[in-house]
């Protein structure tokens, strides 16, 4: 049950509440074609990282971004023309997240066996859901121990999120996209962490320790 706060008049509040349907991956889908213009027909992300990853990242993470970013509280002009004027109802961003969580991408690629046949379509469509990430240079060792410290609680065992809690993903990411994130967060123009919005934690690493966590974020993603 989500509560929705209509516009107050005076002092006069209304405040309903009404149920959202189950999210309907279908129309999920339908909604995902306006998204794939960037992120990708697989919700693969683009252009090097300008355009994050979407696929298998948490329902519910995505649609607290979708209302960050539409309430301006995190910083994304290339999506407002999407998200103003009520375009994405509250339904929708529920049916659109659901359908994103459930895309998987490929890691690798299945090896071409010698004297086995070979399905070339079958295999242009596996590159579509491929997705890894380029080696990130740095101290893999290095970038472990402090991510093991300091990110693994939240971030999950090998970057890979945390689905129940809403965590995003860290490995399967790019890199790109990740350091330009963390920047943000420095800079305090986005919220690492909602429950402690003062957090300093990345504040206090240096850019070379910064480097190796992403050095051994875009490793992880090779397994
Ligand atoms: C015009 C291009 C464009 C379109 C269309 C677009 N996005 Fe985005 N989106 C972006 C950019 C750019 C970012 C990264 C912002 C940043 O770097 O901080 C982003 C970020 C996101 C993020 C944050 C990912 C994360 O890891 O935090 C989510 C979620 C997202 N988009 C969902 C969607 C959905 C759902 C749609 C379709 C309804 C969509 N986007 C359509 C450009 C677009
Ligand atoms: C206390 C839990 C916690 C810890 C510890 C933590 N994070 Fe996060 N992190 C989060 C949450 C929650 C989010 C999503 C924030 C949101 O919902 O907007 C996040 C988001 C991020 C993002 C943005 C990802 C995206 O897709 O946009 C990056 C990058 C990140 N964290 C890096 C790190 C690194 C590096 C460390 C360790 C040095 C770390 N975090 C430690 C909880 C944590």
């Known amino acids: 049950m989500k509560k929705i706060l209509l516009p107050c008049l005076l002092l006069l509040c209304i405040n309903t509440s009404y149920a959202l349907n189950p999210p309907d991956l279908d129309v999920g889908e339908e909604i995902n074609e306006t998204c794939a213009g960037c992120h990708g027909e697989y919700a693969e992300g683009g252009k090097g990282g300008e355009y994050p ?11 607290n971004q979708l209302r960050l970013f539409r309430d301006r ?26 359908y994103l969580q459930s895309i998987q991408l490929l890691k690798k690629l299945p ?9 070339a379509y079958e295999r242009m469509m596996m590159t579509k859901h491929f997705l890894n990430i380029a080696l990130f240079d740095g101290d893999i ?13 939240c971030h999950g065992k090998e970057g890979e999120g945390d689905i129940e809690k809403g965590v995003p993903m860290l490995a399967g990411q790019y890199t790109r996209y990740l350091k330009k994130q963390v920047k943000l967060f420095i800079e305090k123009k986005r919220i690492h962490d909602i ?17 190796n966590i992403f050095a051994y974020l875009s490793s992880a993603d090779d397994k």
Do not use: H, W
């Not at 023309?81 to 997240?97: F, M, R, S, T």
């Not at 090896?111 to 399905?119: L, N, Q, R, S």
């Not at 060792?141 to 402090?146: Q, S, V």
């Open 53 to 63: 990853r979407l696929a298998g990242l948490s329902a519910s993470y995505i649609e």
């Open 141 to 153: 060792e290095k970038g472990k121990k402090l991510y093991n410290r300091e990110c693994r609680s």
């Open 195 to 211: 429950d402690a919005p003062d957090e300093q934690l990345l504040i206090d690493f240096t850019e070379e320790e910064l480097n």
């Open 111 to 119: 090896p071409i066996i010698e004297g086995e046949e070979f399905d």
């Open 73 to 98: 509280k995190r910083p994304n002009i290339p999506m407002l023309e999407y998200l103003d004027k009520g375009q994405l109802p509250e339904q929708e961003i529920v049916d659109v997240a659901a």
